[in-house]
């Protein structure tokens, strides 16, 4: 069949979203999902031409199953790729919350960040003194901050709302700075610390390692994302868990892999939903942690 053919035979099925006939329904509602997001704008055409209540929710659960099944293909490749950026997986889940997200302009926007703090680095910096420079660009030339922990918006986990706000989370940040520092081939990783999001520096004069490579003893420091790139110790992260009364466990000092990354950015945004009533957005999120 021809691409006109095929944009033929999906007008003619999207115009009937009124079908009586809940089986016959559903095999129209079928072919019309095999079209994938191409079918996306005429289902919109028809939503906003639509008379009827019943219909309209029709045309919202065919977009809206369409958008997840490109919201879990699109992940499904991620993982698999061996690369895996950590922006890559944030745009996905961005794109998918925000259907205008302009990929284009974001990754731009992502880019002209790392090139000026780039520029101002060089090799003959120690480990401190690149943390520095990042820090100084991130929150002291375009003011990053991140929303109290008590007060975590579901806007918040958005690239597209960070990059335009300067506003995140712990996480948002948190990869945000990750993204950067990866880029730029400094060994920064996420650490999965219960109730915190932190940074480790692993040790940069030795070969680059996958993160459960590396041991406790390969971490020169660790930094909160949330609070200006703070820098503190392998003893304060042991101080905290003693007085949170927390038992200690060997992840909370190592570096954890970019997917364990946006899992735990996916199960804190269902939490970020359920806060708001939002239960409706909370579906694909766990559809999502199923491919994991």
């Known amino acids: 069949m021809s691409h006109v053919d095929e944009i033929k ?18 095999e129209i509602r079928d072919k019309v999902l ?5 079918a996306i704008p005429l289902l919109e055409e028809a939503w906003v031409n639509t008379m009827g209540d019943d219909d309209s929710e029709r045309i919202e659960g065919i977009i809206d199953e369409i958008r997840q099944n490109e919201l879990l293909n699109e992940f499904t490749k991620w993982i698999e790729d061996s690369d895996n950026e950590i922006i890559t997986g944030l745009i996905i889940i961005s794109k998918y919350f925000q259907p205008e997200f302009d990929d284009d302009y974001y990754i731009a926007s992502f ?17 401190l003194e690149k943390i520095k420079v990042i820090n100084h660009v991130l929150y002291g030339v375009y003011k990053f901050s991140s929303e109290p922990s008590n007060i975590v918006k579901s806007d918040t986990f958005f690239i597209n709302k960070v990059l335009d706000t300067k506003k995140g989370n712990s996480l ?3 990869i ?22 932190v940074l480790g520096y692993m040790d940069d004069f030795i070969d680059p390692k996958l993160p459960y490579e590396y041991t406790e003893d390969d971490a020169l420091f660790y930094l909160n ?18 007085q949170a009364k927390i038992s200690s466990k060997p992840e909370y000092f190592l570096p954890c892999s970019n997917l364990t990354v946006i899992r735990r950015l996916i199960n ?8 708001e009533n939002r239960h409706s957005k909370t579906i694909a999120l766990s559809r999502l942690l199923t491919i994991f």
Do not use: C
């Open 225 to 242: 994302p949330a609070n200006i790139g703070a820098i503190f110790t392998h003893n304060e992260i042991s101080n905290y868990l003693l």
């Open 111 to 127: 880019n002209k960040l790392y090139r000026e703090i780039w520029l101002e680095l060089n090799d003959n910096l120690t480990a």
């Open 34 to 38: 095999s079209y994938g997001k191409q």
């Open 176 to 197: 945000l700075y990750i993204a950067m520092a990866q880029k730029l081939g400094i060994p920064i990783f996420g650490v999965n610390l219960t109730s915190h999001f």
């Open 268 to 275: 804190e945004l269902i939490l970020s939903f359920e806060k």
């Open 9 to 26: 035979e999906l007008d003619a099925l999207v115009r009937l979203m009124d079908e009586p006939n809940e089986a016959m329904f559903v």
């Open 172 to 174: 948002s940040i948190g």
